[in-house]
């Protein structure tokens, strides 16, 4: 994945609260190609690994347990210019500072409940896309 694909997740209380198609539908509204898609489940284990980035943060434990509260859906995405794009389809990290119409202002509870995941580099598209897909569900 380099510069025309993200990884993104619809976290467990947007999948709770029945928004995933809703959100599926903005994304490739917004002109991504969905490339990979599933339904999973992350233990607070699975979950810590994925954000180890944030060992040690005041937010850390908390993040572990709502992500593994219940199934999320990982998707890769493709798009000329996907992560900044992506990033700018998703809003801000906190719903009460995301632009009107983006997916966080739309769906997001919470600065911690904040419904989608975006990678924010191609780095990081690439590393967190090969977490949830192997080479083999990756078209």
Do not use: C, W
Not at 64 to 79: G, Q, R, T, V
Request: glycine share 8%; net charge neutral; proline share 3%.
């Amino acid at each position: 994945m380099g510069g025309n694909r993200t990884f993104s997740m619809i976290k467990p209380d947007a999948v709770k609260d029945g928004h995933s198609g809703s959100i599926l539908k903005m994304i490739e509204g917004a002109g991504f190609r969905i490339v990979a898609i599933k339904l999973t489940y992350l233990s607070a284990e699975r979950a810590g690994e994925f954000y180890a980035v944030h060992t040690g943060k005041p937010f850390y434990d908390s993040l572990k347990s709502i992500m593994s509260e219940s199934p999320i859906i990982a998707l890769i995405l493709e798009k000329e210019n996907a992560v900044e794009d992506f990033r700018k389809l998703i809003g801000a990290t906190n719903p009460a500072n995301a632009d009107a119409g983006t997916i966080r202002k739309l769906f997001a509870k919470s600065l911690e409940r904040n419904a989608v995941h975006g990678s924010d580099s191609d780095e990081n598209a690439q590393i967190e896309g090969s977490f949830f897909f192997s080479a083999l569900e990756k078209f």
